[in-house]
């Protein structure tokens, strides 16, 4: 069977930000199990125009040549005004094909752990037939974070990422075979 390329999606490119913290935390755990490919992706590395408002396509096209070599993904998605970012809003407008049948998992934070943004994003994923898995870390800017900018996960944390990780990529195998 072949390795499975699994992407960590950081979901927010303001200054600032703490997703990069995050994103690098998933990572470890999920390189320590040895099962598949993972690899960040930053959003903010494709300097994605706002969709359909600028006369290039090469931004676009190069998140969407990304996409295509991604067989899951985990998106590292933070609260903003009761929702997901508009910065990973319109990275998931500015792909279409290149996300369909495949799985996700979710990582989010915020004061309510981003629970609401998280809810959110399974709407959008359901209409990018994106099968997106139970098991939800659920991060507090309050309790994982110190002044809710240095990240310090509480421990219980590692066994909820391991057993999204399980889900996301028994999906993504699954999955895959469809676009075959
Ligand atoms: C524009 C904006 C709106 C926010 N709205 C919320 C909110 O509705 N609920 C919440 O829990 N946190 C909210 N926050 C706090 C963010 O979740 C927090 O700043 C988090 O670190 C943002 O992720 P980032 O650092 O990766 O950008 C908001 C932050 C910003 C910048």
Same mark, same amino acid.
């Given at each position: 069977m072949t390795t499975l390329n699994i992407g960590i999606i950081l979901g927010s490119t303001r200054q600032g930000r703490v997703s990069p913290q995050v994103g690098e935390w998933v990572k470890g755990i999920a390189d320590a199990r040895g099962d598949a490919n993972y690899e960040i992706v930053d959003i903010a590395d494709f300097k994605l125009p706002m969709f359909g408002e600028s006369d290039s396509y090469a931004e676009a096209q190069a998140w969407a040549a990304k996409l295509a070599t991604l067989d899951g993904?985990?998106?590292?998605?933070?609260?903003?005004?009761?929702?997901l970012s508009g910065a990973l809003k319109n990275a998931l407008d500015s792909a279409r094909d290149e996300? +369909?049948?495949k799985a996700a998992g979710i990582v989010s934070?915020?004061?309510a752990g981003g629970a609401r943004a998280a809810e959110h994003l399974r709407g959008?994923?359901?209409e990018l037939s994106v099968a997106d898995v139970r098991v939800h870390p659920l991060l507090s800017l309050f309790t994982d974070f110190e002044n809710g900018s240095v990240f310090k996960p509480a421990d219980l944390h590692?066994?909820?990422? +391991?057993?999204m990780l399980d889900q996301v990529l028994a999906w993504s195998g699954a999955l895959k075979t469809l676009r075959q």
């Open positions: 993904f985990v998106f590292i998605v933070q609260e903003y005004n009761h929702s996300w +369909n049948n934070y915020g004061s959008i994923l359901g590692a066994a909820n990422v +391991n057993a």
